[in-house]
């Protein structure tokens, strides 16, 4: 997978080049290159923001060097993490990562002009993401956030690929408690089924608490549970 990030604070994204991420962008399974988008700027002072018409607080981002930078590295599929986005979800981490180019624009300020995604649509796919109701300074820490979420799901990120089946939003449930040693701490036991060795009972277990967890927590993926996404072979009902 390549990998372009368009940002004016490059620096950001040193973290992507540590654990998981650093192991794929090493083993080859992401090709990530950041750019810093005053690249494209002509004028002596780099400016990339300006007032925004109409007035009202802030400033808005130039198009013209977000229309140059994405000539220069696309196409590709366009994200824009925004407040205004999709919910992003682990459906769409599982979409993302099985596409080819991803490349995300980091907008700061009050936002990138419009005409900027507008114009991008036309020539490549283009998702607004949101990964919550809240105001970041700008997207380079939900770039990160996405980043993970995709890496991971990658061919060859995770050493124990199986350990994507069970978790948390898989399979539109959360997940079960999680317990290891010492058997006892602080006077507090791990449930005896886990130490059974019989693992249909501890399969049992496991469901039971995903569903009640889920239930208590996550009404919501209760209410659309089982995802239609789950085939009839994985609707362990
Ligand atoms: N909620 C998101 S993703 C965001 C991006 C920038 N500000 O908020």
Redesign the pocket.
């Known amino acids: 997978m390549r990998v372009d990030v368009i940002t004016i604070f490059p620096d950001y994204f040193a973290p992507l080049g540590l654990s998981l991420v650093g192991k794929a962008r090493g083993a080859g399974v992401v090709d990530l290159e950041v750019h810093d988008l005053r690249t494209w700027t002509s004028d002596v002072h780099r400016t990339v923001d300006d007032t925004p018409y109409g007035g009202g607080p802030g400033m808005v981002m130039r198009p013209e060097p977000w229309g140059q930078a994405l000539d220069a590295v696309g196409p590709g599929t366009l994200i824009v993490?925004?407040?205004v986005?999709k919910p992003?979800t682990q459906a769409d981490a599982y979409d993302l990562a099985g596409l080819d180019h991803l490349i995300f624009a980091c907008?700061r300020y009050e936002g990138i002009d419009q005409r900027v995604i507008d114009d991008a649509a036309a020539r490549m796919p283009v998702r607004e993401?949101?990964?919550?109701?809240?105001?970041?300074?700008?997207?380079e820490v939900?770039v990160i956030v996405i980043m993970e979420a995709v890496t991971r799901l990658l061919p060859g990120v995770l050493g124990n690929a199986s350990s994507l089946d069970e978790e948390s939003h898989s399979a539109g449930l959360l997940e079960a408690p999680v317990y290891t040693k010492p058997a006892a701490w602080r006077d507090r036991d791990v449930p005896a089924v886990l130490r059974s060795g019989d693992h249909g009972r501890i399969a049992r277990w496991r469901r039971d608490q995903a569903l009640l967890r889920t239930a208590a927590r996550r009404p919501d993926m209760m209410a659309a549970y089982p995802p239609a996404s789950l085939d009839k072979a994985d609707r362990k009902t």
């Not at 993401?129 to 997207?139: A, C, K, M, Q, T």
């Open positions: 993490p925004s407040p986005g992003f907008g993401i949101s990964l919550g109701d809240y105001v970041l300074f700008g997207g939900a």
